[in-house]
């Protein structure tokens, strides 16, 4: 009995370990993109503004600003390193942090029992309600290195005599930060025991973000609409106030809803079937064999409900730089110092407020990238390769299919973008027009075919870190390209992709550097089928 009784400990702790080793692989490189994000906000702030008459006209000028509001949220103390430098950080990173936890939450819940991993442990000495306890505690401790990771540098940051941030200040923001993570992280347990399969999953926690995101847009830029902040799990966390006026309370409703959403989460994984949702499902669902007349159809079908997701959400992003951007733009003429901070980064005039939003945009786009080539690995690890190989199928042909399908992704999207921007700025009296705005939506495509290349050397090579080799370049390129205004060397800067395109619409664009990124990535594509040919199909 007390041999079974180990036997019972040592499969739920393989559970955790698992989990939680897999969670920290990511949450290593995060929290170092977060904890740098961050110590660089409140350097640069330091730096180019020094006197407190500076820092005043920039609290004038951002605070009232609704397109700086939209994207950042509303802000509070600007006028000083502890205040800015919080306003950036919650703005920015709550949602990546958020993206993190549920596409985390998905892969190791849903993605392990769709790979047959977790039906061979409940085959075993343990029970499936020890067994999602074990996954919930392998996710925690993944969420606790990207805190840890994240709180490190943060408070050497701090400690700095520019910067000046206490420590329990850095602790208090980091918790900020990161509580978007966490919740989300519950929402996609949850929407995992839901759904039938891990891509709707993905695709229900996306647009549980999306309608939060919206409303913490509308309830900052609108007037009397405060309240809304209180209806989105975004709003929690920028209720928060973390170096300005930290306001505890609001961590209630981010504690509530983090143990109910996880205690629903556990309480459905042990009372549904494996392979399937808690949600009942049509009982004879229509079937589409008619259309899969080949691999290549069978990619389109995988791949449409991301393309269209993926379209969406970069359409409202431009669309709703188009419409604040004219308005932001006149503030940055209005400040010197701003507009100085902005020509740093290589945006300068009118446009400079849509330049961003379209850097954003092409990280974002390079993001959808390493999501492809994710997909292509959870293929080969859970046997459906196989199956398809099995048949009269040269692999070549099933590799530059799933590639073709991503960079059809990543065209559309960036398209998606331009034409949204152009719809928003229509609107407003702007000299912008439609190529401008379409020429700075396809400008997002080439970093992001250069990572779509690059991550399929890498799942050529060692198909097992390619997904994180991937994502790896993706944070790399973000967080060099932030850093742009104190990064001096040459070298480094260029390892960035996303340094290797012009700020448009405020600069026209460079299409030489364009083509030369997507030359590269046609070659390492071609390289990456050639490398996949060779080697042996890899398991999970």
Not at 6 to 13: F, I, L, P, T, W
Not at 17 to 23: H, I, K, L, P
């Amino acid at each position: 009995m007390a041999g079974e009784r180990a036997d019972v400990r040592s499969a739920g702790r393989v559970i955790a370990v698992n989990t939680a080793r897999s969670a920290a692989r990511s949450a290593v490189l995060w929290g170092l993109v977060f904890g740098c994000y961050v110590a660089y906000a409140a350097v640069q702030y330091a730096t180019s503004y020094p006197s407190l008459a500076g820092r005043q006209q920039v609290a004038a000028t951002l605070g009232a600003n609704p397109g700086m509001v939209a994207l950042f949220g509303q802000g509070q103390h600007l006028a000083t390193v502890a205040g800015f430098t919080a306003w950036r950080a919650m703005g920015v990173l709550t949602p990546l942090g958020a993206i993190w936890g549920l596409l985390t939450a998905t892969r190791l819940t849903r993605g392990e029992e769709e790979a047959g991993r977790l039906e061979l442990l409940l085959a075993g000495q343990t029970t499936r309600g020890r067994a999602v306890g074990q996954a919930i505690a392998g996710l925690g401790a993944g969420l606790a290195v990207l805190w840890a990771i994240t709180a490190a540098i943060i408070i050497a940051a701090g400690s700095t005599d520019r910067v000046r941030i206490p420590v329990g200040g850095a602790l208090f923001l980091t918790t900020a930060v990161i509580s978007t993570a966490a919740m989300f992280m519950a929402v996609g347990m949850l929407v995992a025991q839901l759904t039938p399969s891990r891509r709707p999953a993905n695709a229900v926690a996306a647009t549980i973000l999306g309608a939060s995101l919206l409303l913490r847009i509308v309830a900052d830029s609108g007037s009397g609409v405060g309240w809304l902040r209180w209806a989105t799990p975004l709003g929690w966390a920028e209720q928060l106030h973390p170096l300005t006026a930290p306001n505890p309370v609001a961590f209630a409703p981010i504690i509530a809803l983090i143990a109910l959403l996880t205690a629903a989460a556990s309480a459905l994984a042990t009372r549904r079937d494996l392979g399937a949702g808690a949600l009942p499902t049509r009982k004879v669902p229509r079937t589409h064999t008619n259309r899969l007349r080949g691999p290549t159809s069978l990619t389109i079908a995988l791949t449409r409900p991301m393309i269209i997701g993926w379209a969406a959400g970069l359409a409202v992003l431009g669309l709703v730089g188009g419409l604040v951007a004219p308005s932001t733009a006149t503030a940055i003429g209005d400040s010197t110092a701003i507009e100085q901070t902005f020509g740093r980064l290589g945006a300068t005039g009118s446009a400079a407020y849509l330049a961003i939003i379209y850097l954003i945009g092409a990280a974002l786009v390079s993001l959808a990238a390493a999501g492809q080539i994710t997909a292509m690995r959870t293929e080969e690890a859970s046997g459906y390769l196989d199956h398809l190989l099995a048949r009269p199928l040269a692999r070549w042909r099933w590799l530059a299919g799933r590639l073709a399908a991503a960079a059809a992704l990543i065209i559309i999207a960036s398209t998606a973008a331009g034409l949204a921007g152009w719809l928003g700025i229509a609107t407003q009296q702007t000299d912008l027009g439609f190529g401008q705005l379409l020429q700075a939506g396809l400008n997002m495509a080439p970093p992001a075919l250069l990572i779509l290349g690059l991550g399929s050397l890498a799942y050529g090579l060692w198909p097992r870190q390619a997904p994180t080799i991937t994502y790896g370049l993706v944070a790399w390129s973000f967080l060099i390209e932030v850093m742009a205004t104190v990064v001096t060397n040459r070298w480094l800067l260029d390892t960035s992709v996303l340094h290797h395109i012009a700020a448009v619409p405020a600069a026209e664009p460079n299409w030489t550097s364009a083509a030369w990124l997507t030359g590269l990535a046609i070659l390492l594509a071609i390289t990456a089928n050639i490398l996949f040919n060779r080697r042996d199909l890899a398991s999970a």
